[in-house]
């Protein structure tokens, strides 16, 4: 996991708040990613980011938002969360779509109550 | 349509036995495949990947995967399994571009002395 940092790693809220989830790198990676982990889904794509403000959705993006402002740092938004998006969160980064090697953070627990 | 399926959601070997995890995929293009192993609790760690160069993968630990097109298949492979190996495993295919990576639904392996 390191040069990727998630956080928070643990968070419990309820339905209606917002949460922010938060991925900081330090290796100066273009592609950033972030991916929710379901059991019996494997990792799916949220929102990606090839650049500062350049942002493309993923497989799963409805119900997130994601803004990227500097190199190293890529928000995910929930702007009103649901107990269906109880999940683990994951960030990766990425130098480059030709070798498209995916390094991982250590993951950040939301649970929705 | 489902992309990647991994065959088994679990395997139960033997230490010192052989493990085979097996992965078949679909793809309108001439695929790159990986496959990451998650331990508990961490992020994802690339294994190995598949980019059109030999067919015969190796990768870390010991691992390799032997891509197959007429098959259709990316199984991975060890000769003799560790009590360190006990993990998830992910296959993982690119589906139409380099940012859209889809990952199948995972593979627990046991690891019994």
């Known amino acids: 996991d390191a040069g990727i940092t998630q956080s928070p790693r643990h968070k419990v809220t309820e339905t209606g708040t917002p949460v922010t989830l938060r991925c900081h790198q330090t290796e100066n990676h273009r592609y950033m990613y972030w991916y929710r982990q379901d059991p019996g889904h494997g990792l799916r794509l949220i929102h990606y980011s090839y650049g500062v403000k350049d942002t493309d959705k993923g497989e799963v993006s409805d119900g997130y938002s994601v803004s990227r402002s500097k190199t190293e740092d890529f928000l995910l938004t929930l702007e009103s969360a649901t107990s269906s998006q109880t999940s683990v969160y994951f960030c990766?980064?990425?130098?480059?779509?030709?070798?498209?090697?995916?390094?991982f953070g250590a993951g950040s627990r939301l649970t929705v109550l | 349509a489902q992309s990647v399926t991994q065959l088994d959601s679990h395997v139960s070997v033997s230490e010192g036995t052989p493990v085979l995890l097996r992965c078949n995929y679909s793809?309108?293009?001439?695929?790159?495949l990986f496959w990451y192993v998650q331990h508990p609790n961490k992020g994802l760690q690339l294994l190995l990947k598949?980019?059109?160069?030999?067919?015969l993968v190796k990768g870390i630990n010991g691992f390799e995967a032997e891509f197959k097109k007429s098959e259709t298949s990316f199984h991975l492979t060890k000769p003799s399994a560790h009590m360190s190996d006990a993990a998830e495993y992910f296959c993982v295919v690119i589906l139409y571009n380099n940012n859209d990576m889809r990952f199948g639904a995972g593979t627990r392996l046991t690891v019994k002395p």
């Open positions: 598949y980019t059109s160069a030999a067919t």
């Open positions: 793809s309108s293009y001439s695929p790159s």
């Open positions: 990766a980064i990425s130098d480059s779509t030709g070798a498209n090697v995916l390094t």
